[in-house]
């Protein structure tokens, strides 16, 4: 006598919903591993920062050390700005507004406080700088990158940070008082230009006309002026931020004297 085999298709379904679901639950578990990779991409220090640039200033790190080696901190244009004290003694540097009429630089590094999605998009996709860490300071008018400041303690040696000829030596007056000099400088590879060095004291040898070499020129020493500003590069160091300033101007708009 003839039997009809058994009925066997909601098995069949059975099956497939359940690799299915194995699929949808390892699809999800694979999802979840991505976003936690991202996140510790995201948030893991960076590399790449140059020893002894933006890290805390220790005793050692404020003894005299020399003059700076080559290192360029930041462009305008084909002008290359180094950097004006010797890495030893560098406890951060930042970048601010300075005024309208100051001229953008373009770090040369990468920016140490950008925002969490900025930190993820460099990490998947690569940009955002290596090398010399910068911190983004705000506050000021006209370009934020208008102000380059490189943060050392008081008494350090300061140093041309372009060739060129000092076309400026003025103090630098606030509030009706004369805090340290104002060094203005017109590098001899753009001449359109002139850079200003403030917040230190100018070297007595120093007169309008003479020379500077970059790196080897000694230009004067950091000013404490924590005791007249509100330093904003204190956030990123272990002491007051005092700091050398650095910014670039048409030459037509510098009052030289």
Excluded at 32 to 46: C, I, Y
Aim: glycine share 12%; charged share 15%.
């Amino acid at each position: 006598m003839y039997s009809a085999p058994a009925y066997r298709r909601p098995e069949r379904r059975a099956s497939r919903s359940a690799r299915r679901a194995r699929r949808r639950a390892l699809l999800a578990l694979a999802v979840v591993a991505f976003v936690v990779v991202l996140a510790l991409a995201a948030f893991r220090p960076g590399s790449g920062t140059v020893v002894g640039i933006g890290a805390p200033a220790s005793a050692s790190r404020l003894l005299p050390a020399g003059p700076p080696r080559p290192l360029v901190v930041a462009l305008h244009g084909t002008l290359r700005i180094q950097l004006p004290v010797n890495e030893r003694n560098v406890t951060a540097i930042g970048y601010h507004g300075a005024g309208e009429d100051i001229l953008p630089l373009d770090p040369v590094g990468r920016q140490a406080n950008q925002g969490a999605f900025s930190r993820l998009f460099h990490r998947i996709f690569g940009g955002g700088g290596g090398g010399v860490a910068y911190y983004q300071l705000g506050g000021g008018s006209g370009p934020s990158t208008g102000s380059l400041n490189v943060g050392a303690a008081p008494g350090t040696d300061v140093y041309a940070p372009v060739d060129g000829t000092i076309v400026g030596l003025r103090d630098y007056v606030l509030d009706g008082r004369a805090y340290g000099s104002v060094i203005d400088i017109q590098p001899s590879d753009e001449p359109s230009v002139v850079v200003s060095v403030t917040h230190l004291r100018a070297d007595q040898s120093l007169t309008v006309g003479a020379p500077v070499s970059s790196r080897t020129s000694k230009l004067g020493t950091v000013v404490d002026f924590s005791p007249v500003e509100r330093l904003a590069l204190a956030r990123y160091t272990q002491d007051a931020g005092n700091h050398v300033a650095i910014s670039v101007r048409a030459a037509t708009t510098v009052p030289l004297r």
